[in-house]
């Protein structure tokens, strides 16, 4: 229903209540139970059930399952076993780590639990807000959370904060007495405020009229539930490699099965039951373990740096991002007013720092200016015409009131006027508040020589209002020629997208003054005018550089209005010229395929709805750019669903926002997401690593065989063996790729194909090397095991085939480091992970080869010096690997 139409007193009356007692509290109560509490339930929050069944139904997953039936199937029950229980661990994995974020984002969630001042039975009480009810008489005051939609009954000066809602950083004026027939856009109702919004000034008397889902923010929070959940890059590729590798082992299958049967003594069930374990070893049994623990501790490590991830998967896709659309309000920008010009006196002065900390010099024409009466005459007036606090804690500075009068602040404090002192000196005697009809304030104080009123409002209307002007130390007439420069000094500040402030006086004999508009706002004596503006965040220019460093392209969008988003997006580096930006409406009456081509030009999107910002994010999609998105508010909520990475703010960021992201930042720092792009393509750079590492070594395991068999000789390796290379010797070496530190150059390189697959044309090429590499290396130890070694001893030959493959595994590991780099330019011990992995497994096959019991269990004869024969054949895939970089670098 539209309660914003119509009078208040109609409202009122449909909601069944009484503006003077409220409802009862028994009322209260039925209410409560017939329309729920006031919270909105999160729906995203998955059962237990649930996340094993999407475990278990990962491609992946389903491979190893076959495998362990495979196993079961040809009587190794041991294999089966293992299989099994990496399946097991790996979900216990990701369940685990998935958990450890859904709890970091509801710690955050329950950092403020807002409570409503509720009138109920004639009386003022305190309710916590979920249990606020339709038909509730609420009080609000300046820092309150609007707690549910209400229309207003009462008001006195009253300013609200929606920039949650519409992504407007300037707080909105409210009266109850304006009155609609017509539809009205949410950001223009002057009679209503919104569930989650901010009272900055003033105060009022609203009746409650939706709560929960009905509210604005309840809306757009139930219809994220109907946008389906894609699948991330990663999952993608790895269904593909999945693909692949089932491929692989039906071929594998296949061809053993027939040579064997055709070329050997070996009936069908005997050739069919080597095809079978086969098959089981070309399947990389280690490799979803890896990735599981690889992206955990990449899962981790964002944490560290402010990004918690909350699903596992999402890890990677931060590394393929294309595209980050950004909002403005508190994600760019750090959502503190701060006036950075101020023009007294016939002069421009620029006021330098940010944010509420009250630090920086004030400058004109470049020379540092610490005295100047205009200057402090603006200052004095910032702070005694000023009803906000401006609060230190903890070195942190915040504002309790409204934005713009805490900016006025600030800018007092940078030449030590404290508002606290001023006003212990200078006590406020009477005033005149704010409002929207005058857009002026207007208080009485008694200063050394006099009585005086500080007056600050619209520059239009103060010059108007002001019959003299404060120049050179002397009251003056106020000229329509000097009316007119003020003007058009007021023109050029705004459109800079600053919003300017005026400042004047007027000097009284005493105190018994009719203190009305009329009496006071007239025949003033004109000071100075201010400029501000929410600035960007010191690292954002930084970070939005290296994004477009790194081939990504950042978009911004806004509900602030054009020329103040242009300016910052400028001035940050996200747009160079003014024709990069677009009015939001603009997009309304396009097509999609219009909306497609609008986005591969535009850098800026200004004033636009929830539903323009789901339109941009899908038209990118559909450019097939990955692409991110990032915002605070309820209104970011619908775009932050649609896009591939969701990226919420944890502190001003709104429990929607925060329930439908895949990232939340905990440092509401565009900066941290450039470390976790980084972060990402580290990862999707290692997980292609050790694909490589793993699939190599298990395509040669095959080759091997497979050519024995072709030459009618001996089963090279037993199934015992080759599961320790696949589950032991290879896990430790794959591990340690998984955190290969970074390339220098990896923030320099251009986004990845979003359609490109993990085993792409350059990773075919290094698979095939590397596999025929080993194969030779171990069929040559096989054939002079054979011939001359031990001939007709089998398990000596198997001896030095399992040292030299174990062996070579190992060795090749430091050349895998890199597709590009050699070891020599890594550095060989800038891995030490690596190190250490090595050191272990080669450890773990000398006990294997050295322990009596062991040896016997795997089928191994005592070896000697014939290292001298395997240490050689186990570098030959080592140096394939490292000549194999030089056509990365001519």
Partial sequence: MDWYKGNYKDVIKKLDTNSKTGLSHEEATQRLN?????????????????????????PMVIILIVASILSAFTGDMIECIIIIAIVVINAIMSI???????DSVEALQKMSSPEAKVIRDGKITQVKSNEIVPGDIIRLETGDIVPADVRLIQSENLKIDESALT??????????????E???????????????????????????????????????????????????PLQKKLNGLSKLLSVLVLVVCIAVFAVGFLRSSMDWLESLMVAVSLAVAAIPEGLTAVVTIVLSLGMNRMARKNAIVKKLLAVETLGTTTTICSDKTGTLTQNEMTIIKAFTNDNEYDIEGSGYKPEGMIKKDGEIIDDDKNIKLMMLISSLC???DLVEENGNYKIIGDPTEGAMLTFSEKWN??????NEKFPRIKEIPFDSDRKMMSTLHKLDDGYYTMTKGAPDIMISNSSKILLDGEEIPFSDDLKQQLLEENSKLAQSALRVMAYAYRKFDNDNIDMTSENVETD??????????????????????ECRDSGINVIMITGDYLETAYAIGHDLGIADRKEQAIMGHELNNMSDSQIREIVKEKKIFARVSPQNKVQIVKALKENNQITAMTGDGVNDAPAIKNADIGISMGITGTDVAKDTADVILTDDNFATIVNAVEEGR??????????SFLLSCNIAEVLIVFISILLALPSPLTPIQLLWLNLVTDAFPALALGVEPGEKDIMKQKPRDPSEKIVDHDLKISLSLQSIAITVAVLLSYVIGLKWIFPGHIEGSHSLVFATLITSELIRAHSVRSSKYTIRQLGIFSNKHLIKATILSFALLLVVMYVPVLRDIFELELITWQWIIILPLAFIPFIIGEIAKRRHQN
């Fill in 417 to 422: 006027l404290n508002q606290e002192q001023l």
């Fill in 182 to 232: 017509d539809t009205v856009g949410i950001g223009d109702r002057k009679n209503y405020a919104y569930s989650s919004t901010i009272i900055t000034y003033g105060h009022a008397l609203a009746v409650v009229t939706d709560t929960a889902h009905e509210t604005e923010i309840g809306k757009i929070a139930t219809s994220l539930d109907d946008v389906k959940e894609e699948l991330t």
């Fill in 682 to 691: 580290i990862i999707y750079s290692n997980i292609k690593k050790f694909v």
């Fill in 386 to 388: 000023n009803d906000a």
């Fill in 524 to 545: 003033m004596i004109f000071v100075g005018l201010t400029g501000m503006i929410d600035p960007p965040r010191k690292e954002a220019k930084k970070a939005v550089k």
């Fill in 34 to 58: 017939k329309y729920g509490k006031n919270e909105i339930a999160s729906k995203n929050k998955k059962s237990m059930a649930t996340k094993i069944a999407e475990q278990l139904l990962d």
């Fill in 167 to 180: 992504g407007e950083s300037v707080s909105v004026d409210k009266n109850y007495k304006e009155v609609y």
């Fill in 96 to 102: 685990y780590q998935e958990g450890k974020a859904e």
